[in-house]
C-alpha cells in the first residue's frame, strides 16, 4: 500500500479525474490518505480521517511512509483562521487554514513527508460556540472545509474535531453517530440537528447554539431560528429546512 500527506493549504478531492469535475471535499495540510489508483496525472485516494474516497492531482501531495502513518502521535490542529508555516528548507512559506493537522509537531515545528516546517502556534482554548461563531458570513461552498468557504457537513465536522469528536464527511453519515436527544427542548449548545428532505434523505445539518437558535452553512455560515418544526429564516420569512433528529457527540 501507498500513502500520502497533503503539504499545501488545502487540495480539493474531485468527484472524477479532471480539474473541472465536482469538488466533493478538500484534503487540508496534514491530512494523510491511501493512494488506490493511479492515472498519468491525477490517483484516486480514500482519507485516513473520514475514509472519503475521490480524486486529486498527483502534482499536490508528498508521499509518506506508512510505518510514519500508523506510528505517529495524533496530530495537533491549528487553531486559528489562517496560520503560517515557513519550510526549513528554502524559507518560503504555506498558509495553512483552520483544522490543519501538524503531524510530529515538536519544539513549533512539524514535518510534512521529507519537509520540515516551523509553526508558530498560538494558544486557543476557545469554546466550541465561540469557534463556530468565527465562521460567521463565512460563504456557502459544497465540498467546502475552511473560512474561505465551507457547506453544512464540512462545518460541523470541523466544530466537532476540536472537541475530538471524528465525525464522517456526510451529514446523512453523521447522523448515523452520536446518540438521540429525545426533544428539542432537551437540546444543549454543540448538539447537531439533522434535517431531511421531502424522500426522507438527510441533506442538512446545523449546530445547536440553544433549544431556539441554530448555527448553520447555508447560502453562508448564519443563526438562525428552530423548532419542532424545522429551521425559519427571518431572512426569507419561511421555514427552509426539516427538521429530523438532533444528536448528542460528547
Known sequence: MEYGICNLGMI???????????????????????????????????????????????????????????????????????????????GSKVYIPFGSSLPFFENGKCSIGNEDYRIDMRSNNAAIIDIARSFLNTPYLWGGRTHAGIDCSGYVQALMRTQGVNLMRDAWQQAGQGKVVDFLQEAQPGDLAFFDNEEGRIVHVGMMLSTERIIH??????????????????????????????????
Not at 486529486?56 to 489562517?82: C, E, H, R, W
Not at 418544526?229 to 460528547?250: N, V
Open 12 to 90: 480539493p478531492l474531485r468527484a472524477e479525474a479532471k480539474h473541472q469535475s465536482e469538488m466533493v471535499s478538500q484534503l487540508l495540510f496534514g491530512e494523510t490518505f491511501e493512494l488506490l489508483e493511479h492515472t498519468d496525472n491525477w490517483v484516486r485516494i480514500v482519507t485516513t480521517f473520514d475514509g472519503y474516497q475521490g480524486w486529486i492531482s498527483s502534482l499536490q501531495f508528498a508521499m509518506i511512509d506508512g510505518y510514519q502513518l500508523v506510528t505517529g502521535k495524533p496530530s495537533i490542529l491549528t487553531n486559528t483562521i489562517i496560520t503560517e508555516a515557513v519550510k526549513l528548507s528554502d
Open 217 to 250: 452553512a447555508s447560502g453562508r455560515v448564519k443563526i438562525d431560528r428552530i423548532d419542532s418544526q424545522g429551521i425559519f429564516s427571518d431572512e426569507l420569512k419561511k421555514y427552509t429546512h426539516q427538521l429530523r433528529i438532533i444528536k448528542r457527540y460528547t
